[in-house]
């Protein structure tokens, strides 16, 4: 969290800190569960695994495998690191351990069809325990690296190929840390560019949008106005920003509390912590599945993101028996 000044925590110190108590047994469970490499070969997917009436489009073999075996061991393939062919292994023998009558797809098969999935956005975004209502979100981005050489090799000889790049992830997280929508866009894309992909898919029943200064934008604050019905920007401005009649309101209210309260004030009143849930969910992409995209392709890429956000929200569905939060 920004402007966190050194008086502030040495005030802070001096009052207890009361937290709720957790449950470290349940939490200690939940986290396991997480690892446990069961919940990736469900009886439906099983079932699913292959298409049982194949049809002869006119050109080719009709598809075997389903969509659902292509993004399972897809999923497998970026929880574990694996590469296509080792992935292929990998599920081939999980299949004779599990003494079932099946084979996994091909590594070719598997980065041929990736790029014909066709996923909009992030999926098990219903999945949670406690209702499918999302009050609040929380918009953010970061850079993934693409195929190529890395940083060191770009600051010598300059960026030579376009290969040697990197994307840029943008996400909304609700209440529940569920990822609800997310794009990939080119590094040179603003993040204020991309607040309409995110939020068109989403209902309007969204109570507070929090996003950090680079979204500091009358476009932003119009668009998030337009399509949420009462909802409450919680948008820090810009250092030059200045309180006019031109901007939205909710951009000039911000900009007079801050300097009528303060920023710590302000912070605290209009709750601009739950921005910490789209940092925690990025912190979890690249702790679990890594900082680099493995496709060459931008379209491979981009449903090789949008996969790595299904298992974020996978995983998160599996420890979200009890939910602690405000709303």
Known sequence: MPFKYRHFYQRRSKSPR?????????????????????????????????????????????????DMAIMTVHEIRQVFRLPLRQCEGFVNALFKMMQLDL?????????????????????????????????????????LKCYGQDEWVREKYGEISEKRNWRKLHISVDQYNIIQTTELTN????????????????????????????????????????HFSRVDIVIPPRNNA?????????????????????????????????????????????RILGNRLHSRE????????????????KMTCISLAEVRSKF
Request: charged residues 25%; hydrophobic residues 30%; aromatic residues 8%.
């Open 18 to 66: 009361t937290q709720p108590k957790r449950n470290w047994s349940d939490y200690n469970k939940t986290m396991k569960m997480r690892g446990d490499i069961t919940i990736w070969l469900s009886p439906d997917v099983i079932n699913q695994w292959t298409i049982s009436d194949r049809q002869y489009a006119g050109s080719g073999t009709p598809l075997l495998f389903s």
């Open 103 to 143: 084979r996994s797809p091909s590594f070719s098969t598997l980065s041929k069809r990736l790029k014909t999935l066709g996923l909009k956005q992030p999926v098990y975004r219903l999945a949670h325990t406690k209702g499918s209502d999302t009050k609040m979100i929380a918009i953010d981005s970061s850079g």
């Open 187 to 226: 590094r040179k894309v603003h993040d204020a560019s991309v607040v309409n992909e995110l939020i068109s898919p989403m209902p309007n029943k969204v109570k507070q949008v929090t996003a950090d200064t680079a979204y500091d934008s009358n476009a932003v604050y119009h668009s998030l106005d337009n």
């Open 242 to 286: 200045a309180d006019e009649k031109h901007h939205h309101w909710m951009r000039n209210r911000n900009l007079r509390e801050i300097k009528y309260y303060g920023r710590m004030k302000w912070q605290s009143d209009r709750d601009y912590g739950k921005r910490n849930q789209a940092e925690r969910a990025i912190g979890r992409y690249k």
């Open 298 to 313: 931008f379209e491979r890429q981009r449903q090789e993101a949008i996969i790595g956000c299904s298992i974020l929200n």
